[in-house]
């Protein structure tokens, strides 16, 4: 198959790479920039059986992705058109108007993924008009209650309600709080710090607590210093073991495919050394509850059975402690009709939640996971300075 890609520089090497390893497909050509020529370098100089268009891509001579979309489905009837909307992060409002839009114009191949593999194989599998409908039907079903009004418990004067398109009802009023179209709460802080402590916790074991603090150090570890401190001992002692390391030895630490990790009690000693340490506090403990708080970035990683909502429901409405909704609520390995469910609930408290998804390794996380943890860490910018020294640690191999 012929395919044209319509998406900015950022997402052509890659997907030329991966589209090099299949068979199948053929690249023909790139154009980075709608304009308005696009149309007639697409149907005349490439002529594709296919154009791939990506959401973001961007937009010049007042050409739009929504025109473009328009004008080939006129010139072209039966080329096909395959759109990468992204992850569904807190904008289901804006993909159930973008859906409709598309099936409008005979569009049915949308990638609710920035993954290239699942975007290839939309490629070579077609999707229809009924898995579309599908997909619009079980986001509406779950959103259907509206929120009235907001709890005086939950009121927080530090947070503010993000301002929408205009195209978008009014929310200016409590009376006016509606559910489909208030789907992120953001706290009204943007701070410069030397450290940024980021913080893991779990109200129940095994949610992916140390996976996902390796991908975010593996994701930041790019451009910067970065640490991550183990708290329960037995995690670290059995991750040395598995490296065929001497937990004694390791004591004072080691780096694992250019990662620095240490237990908890080298925290104090070398936390001024990097530029974001991360701790994977596993499951909340009392004796690590202050340590917690004190972090910049709070994360809980959840459970996605719905028989556990309601431990963390509770942990939301009725504990005590004042950081509750700074809390980055994670949930991993969820379809996206629960989540929305959950994300409605979590809503409703005034909290944030995001949706990960499975990554073959913590080194190499996948798209929509950096995605997530690029608007987690967004309130603080992390300081590119080098560490004080260098550390020597024993290395993992």
Known sequence: MNIVLLADKKVRKTFESAVKKNPNITLLGTEMVIRGNTISRITEHHNPHAVVIYKNVPEKDGMTVKDTISFLRIKKPHLRIIY?????????????????????NSVFDIALTNDLSEIIKIIENPMTAEDVQSIIDEISNSEQENIQDIPEKFKNPDRIFESLALDFPAVSALDEFDIENIETISRNISEDVRTVIIGLVQLQHHNGCTHTAFEIASMLSKKNSVAVIIADSDTYDNLTRFYEINPVKARKGLNIQGIDVYPYNMYSEIKSFYNAV?????????????SFSSCHIKIMMCSSAEWDMSVIMNYINFSKENYIHDINYCFSRVSLSRFVK???QLIKSGCNAYRLQNSSSWSCPHSDNIIAYKDILSPFTIQNTAPKQKRKLIKAK
């Open 84 to 104: 990468v909307f992204g992850q569904m992060v807190n904008d289901t409002a804006e993909f159930i108007e973008t859906a409709k839009f598309l099936m409008e």
């Open 278 to 290: 991360i701790i994977d506090f596993g499951y909340m403990r009392e004796k690590y509850k202050k």
């Open 342 to 344: 959950y994300n409605k």
